[in-house]
């Protein structure tokens, strides 16, 4: 049977309908109501940007989805975990004043903010899966003990994993650091002809194993954690990395963490992707570039593989925006993500999430 993944258009045909109400529509027609019991402690999993980018999915979206919670019975807290690369959000305390200056308070969003792994990125618990890649997988502590769970995403691009989606934020985003550093576990490499030196990637490393020497850029891969820093902000595309044999395996990685955080809640799980502000790359960036297509809609079921294929399926078959990061694949059905990053491999995530069991790729549209 197709799972069902339920629409609304960004359209309004009536002033009371408007875009805040569509979202909780969406709650009521996915059902997620029965997700959640009296008194349950319900994470709201966001993400909520980087300091100085903008097109995360902003509180007052969210504020709509804690009231429907709060409806439904659950007490909600809004939560997300630390990040793996150098920044202000790789610790709670900087956490939490970057989700203080994106708006993220109580009296906007109507419930508390908790990082999920703690002050430095280290609670977490081991949860089995015996998967191919992981026999256990480390979830945040928090995300663990809370009795359901809404995961609210912003679709966009991204370097490593093609898209960012549901499957990102429940892989990504409900581990650890420990747990964010066993999914990259890449190795990048210098192109000396033309790296030009300029440092950046010193400054960027969150583990200082990159330093220069003559002049050129030179990692020390013992001690590389795989973030991909390094290759996102030099300025000359000068660092990369096998991308036929390491990508694959870090987009498997990462889908076996998100069926880990996905098994926990089995049951107990909704998600909502809004396909707004699609960028090229993800909220983790500290800007916010050119969108790649126009603003679609939201989009809410408690099947992950399928909200983001249904998602994917939709931002491909837009008309892509000329003069942005989309070098190529702009027709109606061309891949748009590859049209960003041509060696990303994104609909792996769908494959292996159906392979593992995380959800089905066959699914069904519902507008209301």
């Not at 790649?292 to 989009?299: A, N, Y």
């Amino acid at each position: 049977m197709k799972s069902k993944v339920f629409f609304a258009n960004l359209h309004i045909e009536e002033f009371e309908d408007n875009l805040i109400s569509k979202i909780k529509r969406l709650f009521d027609k996915a059902e997620f109501k029965k997700l959640i019991s009296p008194k349950d402690l319900t994470a709201v999993k966001v993400h909520f940007g980087e300091k100085g980018n903008t097109s995360f999915v902003p509180p007052w979206y969210v504020r709509a989805i804690v009231d429907k919670v709060i409806d439904a019975g659950g007490d909600p807290f809004i939560t997300d975990t630390t990040t793996l690369y150098s920044g202000p959000r790789n610790n709670a305390v900087g956490h939490l004043n970057v989700a203080n200056e994106h708006g993220f308070v109580h009296s906007v969003v109507n419930a508390p903010i908790i990082i999920a792994d703690g002050l430095r990125g280290r609670d977490f618990i081991e949860v089995d899966i015996s998967k191919k890649h992981f026999k256990s997988v480390k979830i945040a502590t928090d995300i663990y003990h809370a009795d359901s769970m809404i995961v609210s995403s912003h679709f966009k691009g991204h370097i490593m994993a093609g898209f960012g989606g549901a499957i990102k934020n429940l892989g990504m985003g409900c581990a650890p650091i420990a747990g964010k550093k066993a999914q990259h576990s890449v190795r990048p490499v210098v192109d000396k002809e033309l790296c030009i030196g300029c440092g950046r990637c010193v400054e960027v490393c969150p583990v200082q194993t990159i330093e220069l020497v003559d002049e050129k850029s030179v990692i020390h891969s013992e001690n590389c954690i795989g973030c991909g820093e390094c290759i996102q902000n030099c300025p000359e595309k000068a660092i990369t990395m096998d991308w036929e044999t390491e990508i694959p395996e870090f987009v498997e990685r990462m889908t076996e963490y998100a069926y880990g955080a996905w098994k926990i809640k089995k049951g107990k799980i909704g998600f909502f992707n809004f396909l707004i502000n699609i960028t090229p790359d993800c909220d983790c960036f500290g800007v916010s570039n050119e969108y790649i297509v126009r603003d679609i809609g939201f989009l809410a079921s408690i099947d992950p593989v399928a909200i983001d294929k249904a998602s994917y399926d939709m931002i491909n078959n837009q008309q892509g925006f000329k003069d942005t990061q989309l070098k190529s694949n702009l027709k109606s059905g061309e891949d748009k993500f590859k049209g960003i990053h041509e060696s990303t491999q994104g609909e792996l995530q769908f494959i292996y999430g159906e392979k593992i069991g995380l959800g089905s790729q066959d699914y069904e549209i519902i507008k209301i």
